[in-house]
């Protein structure tokens, strides 16, 4: 059941959790040296958002169901990652530095999906897709580290910026304005990840894909024609 993150905070924001491994000590060192200089916690936050958002390279075809590999150390050491895994660890790297935070997941339609990974997913609706929720000044802030700018100059994406005041969330329109990503469904907040609900329903909505997963023959899929008997 989602936690929702409120006005008024409690440790359910501040903790360690399995996932958001804020106490490690890579977490710990991470979030100290990406908030040098930073005098307030909304500077801080800007901080350790801009150090995900680039420092962790974007991997759209990282979803796994292991679910060790969303802890935010993991992927501090892995250093890529998708959407949710990069929330994972900027939430992590905020609670390290004393600023409560949460995983906000919602569903987006991506018109701008390949036509092979729409082939394998089946749908153009992105499930649960994940952001950070940051309590900063009073207030909760959106964060959406997903996409280094390398990623997004390389493929005339609008990157995602964030200033500790308003919400960062997924352009609607790309760098020459097509249509780009719509949100279409919202699962709430969450104190830590939700990884058994999140696994299941992605099992459920792309079964394709969830088989070529487990099979270990995912990228073979992605890096092959598109054909209507993919699998």
Request: glycine letters at 6%; charged letters at 20%; one cysteine or more.
């Given at each position: 059941?989602?936690?929702?993150?409120?006005?008024?905070?409690?440790?359910?924001?501040?903790?360690?959790?399995?996932?958001?491994?804020?106490?490690?000590?890579?977490?710990?060192?991470?979030?100290?040296?990406?908030?040098?200089?930073?005098?307030?916690?909304?500077?801080?936050?800007?901080?350790?958002?801009?150090?995900?958002?680039?420092?962790i390279?974007?991997d759209?075809?990282?979803?796994?169901?292991?679910?060790?590999?969303?802890?935010?150390?993991?992927?501090?050491?892995?250093?890529?990652?998708?959407?949710?895994?990069?929330?994972?660890?900027?939430?992590?790297?905020?609670?390290?530095?004393?600023?409560?935070?949460?995983?906000?997941?919602?569903?987006?339609?991506?018109?701008?999906?390949?036509?092979?990974?729409?082939?394998?997913?089946?749908?153009?609706?992105?499930?649960?897709?994940?952001?950070?929720?940051?309590?900063?000044?009073?207030?909760?802030?959106?964060?959406?580290?997903?996409?280094?700018?390398?990623?997004?100059?390389?493929?005339?994406?609008?990157?995602?910026?964030?200033?500790?005041?308003?919400?960062?969330?997924?352009?609607?329109?790309?760098?020459?304005?097509?249509?780009?990503?719509?949100?279409?469904?919202?699962?709430?907040?969450f104190?830590?990840?939700?990884?058994?609900?999140?696994?299941?329903?992605?099992?459920?909505?792309?079964?394709?894909?969830?088989?070529?997963?487990?099979?270990?023959?995912?990228?073979?899929?992605?890096?092959?024609?598109?054909?209507?008997?993919?699998?």
């Amino acid at each position: 059941m989602a936690q929702t993150a409120g006005s008024a905070v409690d440790g359910r924001f501040l903790r360690p959790t399995s996932f958001i491994d804020s106490d490690h000590p890579a977490v710990l060192a991470f979030a100290q040296a990406h908030t040098q200089g930073a005098a307030t916690d909304r500077e801080r936050a800007v901080q350790l958002f801009y150090a995900v958002r680039d420092r962790i390279r974007y991997d759209a075809f990282g979803l796994t169901f292991v679910p060790e590999n969303y802890k935010a150390s993991h992927v501090l050491a892995e250093g890529e990652a998708y959407c949710i895994p990069k929330a994972i660890l900027l939430a992590a790297a905020a609670r390290a530095v004393g600023i409560p935070s949460s995983l906000g997941f919602g569903d987006v339609v991506n018109h701008l999906a390949s036509e092979r990974l729409l082939a394998l997913m089946e749908s153009n609706v992105f499930v649960w897709h994940g952001n950070t929720n940051l309590f900063i000044d009073g207030a909760w802030r959106k964060a959406t580290p997903a996409f280094n700018i390398e990623m997004c100059e390389r493929f005339g994406v609008k990157p995602l910026e964030f200033d500790g005041v308003h919400d960062s969330l997924l352009h609607p329109f790309d760098a020459n304005n097509n249509q780009h990503m719509e949100y279409v469904g919202d699962h709430g907040d969450f104190a830590d990840f939700p990884a058994e609900q999140v696994f299941t329903e992605m099992r459920a909505n792309y079964p394709l894909f969830a088989r070529l997963l487990d099979e270990g023959r995912l990228r073979e899929a992605l890096a092959a024609p598109v054909s209507p008997a993919v699998g």
